[in-house]
């Protein structure tokens, strides 16, 4: 079965951190770019951070860097994102996408709030 699933998400205050993972089953997963997105209440889903089958390939946006970290373990299947110093602004459902040309596979989610 071809799945995305998430994890880590939770309450946080502003200022501290949290790990997401995303553990891919039932397809080659060193094959696939991957990306985290989230979406806040009544906002656009946005891309937060990609990584490409090269580790080093990453990108991240504007309102996220410095602060978070996407990396992967082709190992165990699974992309993270360590999110550090985090604000109000950052709390939204947070989703994994793996990439591989016009195939596009996405994970369920996991909320993250952060208190102010």
């Known amino acids: 079965q071809v799945q995305l699933v998430e994890s880590g998400g939770g309450l946080v205050q502003s200022g501290g951190s949290l790990r997401l993972s995303c553990a891919a089953s039932?397809?080659?997963?060193?094959?696939?770019?991957l990306q985290w997105f989230r979406q806040g209440v009544g906002k656009e889903r946005e891309l937060v951070a990609g990584?490409?089958?090269?580790?080093?390939?990453?990108i991240y946006a504007d309102s996220v860097k410095g602060r978070f970290t996407i990396f992967r373990d082709d190992v165990v299947n699974t992309v993270y994102l360590q999110m550090n110093s985090l604000k109000p602004e950052d709390t939204a459902m947070y989703y994994c996408h793996a990439v591989y040309g016009s195939e596009i596979i996405r994970g369920q989610g996991t909320q993250v709030s952060v208190s102010s």
């Open positions: 039932g397809f080659t997963f060193k094959k696939y770019a």
């Open positions: 990584i490409g089958t090269l580790s080093s390939d990453t």
